[in-house]
Each structure stands twice: as structure tokens, then as C-alpha cells.
DNA sequence: CCTATCCAATGTGTCGACAAAAAGGATGCG
DNA sequence: CGCATCCTTTTTGTCGACACATTGGATAGG
């Protein structure tokens, strides 16, 4: 699906094809317009980017060491599982992240970070009130990775921008239906991050943080627990 | 340096070029014996491995995806620095990994884990006897990867494993002069930390993996401190 | 003598093609 | 009729070659 042409022929630049295909198909599997278990062809990718299979296979490898997809030898790739059972370690890991990035920006940050930060909350509350889940899914996800960037840790970002994109799969998994979640408590809890940073109160930082992530994982574990009964119900 | 051979031409696996060009450089730039910023040709490694510049260059994707090399578009690509102005992060995340993943190892270990983590201490404890200071950082790091790997979080074992590389790193750098370092106490904790997996003790778990990390930290900024003055002196 | 410009040389990015490996279907046997 | 085997087809892994970008040196100008 989503067949999307792109430039005709030989007018990109000589190292942007990579990063291309390796946004786009990131995009694609992020949003589950490519969902899990998907083959991914690399002639067919070839042909739908116009380009050879070489700068094809490296955004592939690239991907594969995101996670996002899996690289079965001598036989094709396919998109990566949503792995049900490693569940409670994710919970486990982003629970941790979203600490210590919130208590690393109260410490570190810079009027800029705080600036940018406002920005990605006023984006999010904005999509809570037109009720757009999947953009709330996306500011949410860009407003805690801006504060991972005020953290000044890059271990800490990147292991958390990896888990905040897992969580995307995760949610978009079960939102595309009833659009109306993600309550207001979200947005006021944002508020009182950003208060905690920008009074530079580690500890309350860190609170509410722990809070937050409480909320989201309990949500998410309510979403599956009722998807299963659905299922269970068939 | 270190022309090893390989073996002579086509008489290796299909699938089985990048994996051992990726383990040799690996193996290469965490050892030193390639050292920071030094330039990663690709016909020269063809060369050297026998091999044509495409599983070179696959391997080459994904060790910058593991951050030991630095690719610039239409240059060289570089073994990446060691970035001291971030050392106050990398000491803050590793902290907390040793922490969260011998807590982890604590709550989930098997007994067949507990086996494992024991055999690699006896190999460290066997190294800090015959005053090896490579070995000991070599056993140290798959100690705490073992212990890791009991936590059942990927997550954290992931990064943990990339911070314990950069530590190896970071170790190598200055300990290639006076070998004799490494103490007795750290043997001691180790034990201790596997006790208190052994119990299932959580708490102490923690805490233990909190002073060994303590004990790490400041070893290395000593050894950093030391090193700096020697050169000032210079 | 110093500086700016041009040119050659080196090395990366991309391409099309070939070969090995696996998947799926056809065929023969029990 | 079911099952194992062979073959065909598809797709990946690897190769050698070419085109562009950058670097360093040579040359001309100030």
C-alpha cells in the first residue's frame, strides 16, 4: 500500500538516497502503514525509489539496527514483531527514561531547550484539543524527546527515542479506533514538567515524571487487556 | 598495524563476510589496536579481507550505527573520538545501568544465569590474579553483560554493553602502562553482587552495583586527572 | 613571496549483473 | 491419494565498474 511516487529520476544529491529510504520507511513502519511482519522487498523498494538496491540495503541494515526491522539470512526482511512477552521490560525501561531525561533537563537545561520544549507542548495541546490522536501520539512523543535533548545525556535520548517509537507502534496499535483518549491530565501533567524544569526542581522533575509514565503504561496495559476480551469474545 | 591474513579467498559462507568483518574492526577499535580518528579506508580493507567494498562498507553502516565509527559524506570514515566532554554522562548512565541491570539480574535470574555469571567471575578473579589488565577489563565487561542479560531487559543490556565497550575503551587508553591496577575490592563486590542475585535481594542488589559503580567512576577520572597532569607537565 | 585558481588523484556513492540460497510448484514414487 | 524429490523461480549476497566529490598539489597572478 501507499504506492507514493518520488522524484523522477536523477535529481536527488549524491548521499541523500539513504537517508531518504531510511526516513520514509522508518515513517512507514512507525505509523504501521507498514505493519508489523510485512515483507520488505528490496527490488520492489528499488523500483518504487528509482534508485539501485545498494543504497536500498544500507537504509535496511540501518533500520535493522533501530530494530524496526528484521533481517531473516537469505531470505527476505520483514518488518519487526511487536513482541507481546517483552512487554513489562519496556514498561520497565520507559518508566526509567522518562525520569531521568525529566530530571536531566531540570538540571541542564538552557532557556533555548525551555523555549523549544513550550513549543512541542503547545503542538500537543493543540492536537488533544482537535482531538487528532494520531497527532497527539507524535507531539507527545516530540515534547519528551525535546526534554532528553535538554537532559544532555545522548545514552539517555537515544535509548528513549527508541522507546517513545516503540510506544508509537504500540499505541497507534490500539487508537486508530476510538480516537478520543489521551486526556486533558495529560496535558496539565505536561505543565508540571515543564514548571519542575524550569524551576530546576530535580526531585519534583523526577515525580512527576514517574507519574506520567504510570499513567501512559497503565493506559496501555488497559487498552490491551480490553483488546484481548474483544478477542477472546470472537 | 596487525596485517592479519585471511583465509585466502572463496571458500567463506554466503552471509558470513559482514559478520566477520564487523566482529574484526569491532574486536580492533575497542582493543585500541585502531585508535580513535584513525581513517577506515574501504579498498584497503577489501584488500585486507579479500573481499569486494560491499560487505565492507555494510559493515562499516553498522558499526556507526554502534557509534565506533564516524561517518563524513564523501570523506573517510574515521574510528569516532573519545568524546571527553560528555564523560559526565557516560559516568551517569553507566551508573545507572549497573544499577538497574544486577537489580533486574536479582528479580529474574535463572539458576542456569547464576551458573554463567559465576563462570565469567572466575575468569575475571583469574585475571586479576595473573595481573592481565587487558583480560580483567575483557572478563569485567562480560561479568556485568552476563549479569545483563539475567535482568531479561534488552533494553538495558543493549546500552549497557555499548557504555561498557566505550568504558573498555576509555580503560584501554590508560591503562596499557601500568598494568598492576584493578584491585582485589573489586573482586570482592563482585561477589558480593552475586550474592545478593543469588538471594534475590533487590535492595542489596542495588546498592552493591551502585558502589562498584561509584568505585569505577572515580578510578577512571583518578586515572583521567593523573594523565592530564603528566601532560601539562610535558 | 604569498595567495587564489585549476587540475589530477584518491576514495566514496551508486549502478547493473551474476551467483548462491531458499521458497514454491511440478513430478514421480509408494 | 499422500509424500518425498527435483526443478524452477524469486530474492538475497557479492562483485567489478563507473561517476561524482573532495583533497592536495601545481600553476598563474598579485
Redesign the interface.
Given at each position: 500500500m501507499s504506492q507514493n511516487a518520488q522524484q523522477h529520476s536523477q535529481d536527488r544529491k549524491?548521499?541523500s538516497g539513504v537517508r531518504l529510504v531510511y526516513d520514509v520507511l522508518r515513517d512507514e513502519i512507525i505509523s504501521l502503514s507498514l505493519p508489523p511482519g510485512s515483507p520488505v522487498d528490496e527490488n520492489q523498494l528499488a523500483e518504487r525509489f528509482q534508485m539501485s538496491r545498494?543504497p536500498i540495503?544500507?537504509a535496511l541494515?540501518?533500520l535493522a539496527?533501530?530494530g524496526l526491522v528484521t533481517t531473516l539470512?537469505?531470505r527476505s526482511t520483514v518488518v519487526s514483531n511487536i513482541d507481546f512477552l517483552?512487554l513489562p521490560?519496556?514498561f520497565?525501561?520507559i518508566t526509567?527514561m522518562y525520569r531521568?531525561t525529566t530530571r536531566?533537563a531540570a538540571r541542564h537545561r538552557s532557556d533555548q531547550d525551555l523555549e523549544r520544549i513550550r513549543e512541542h507542548q503547545a503542538a500537543f495541546a493543540e492536537a488533544v484539543k482537535s482531538q487528532d490522536a494520531m497527532a497527539m501520539i507524535a507531539t507527545n512523543r516530540d515534547f519528551h524527546a525535546a526534554i532528553a535533548e535538554a537532559g544532555?545525556?545522548?545514552?539517555?535520548a537515544t535509548?528513549f527515542s527508541?522507546?517513545l517509537d516503540e510506544g508509537r507502534r504500540l499505541l497507534r496499535l490500539y487508537y486508530s479506533s476510538y480516537a478520543d483518549q489521551l486526556p486533558q491530565e495529560f496535558v496539565t501533567e505536561h505543565e508540571q514538567m515543564i514548571d519542575a524544569i524550569a524551576r530546576r526542581d530535580l526531585d519534583a522533575a523526577d515525580r512527576i515524571a514517574a507519574i506520567h509514565a504510570d499513567q501512559i503504561v497503565r493506559q496501555i496495559q488497559t487498552l490491551i487487556s480490553e483488546d484481548r476480551r474483544d478477542q477472546i469474545g470472537l
Open positions: 549524491r548521499g545498494t540495503r544500507e541494515v540501518r539496527g533501530d539470512p537469505n517483552s521490560a519496556f520497565d525501561a526509567l531521568v536531566g544532555r545525556n545522548p545514552y539517555y535509548l527508541r522507546l
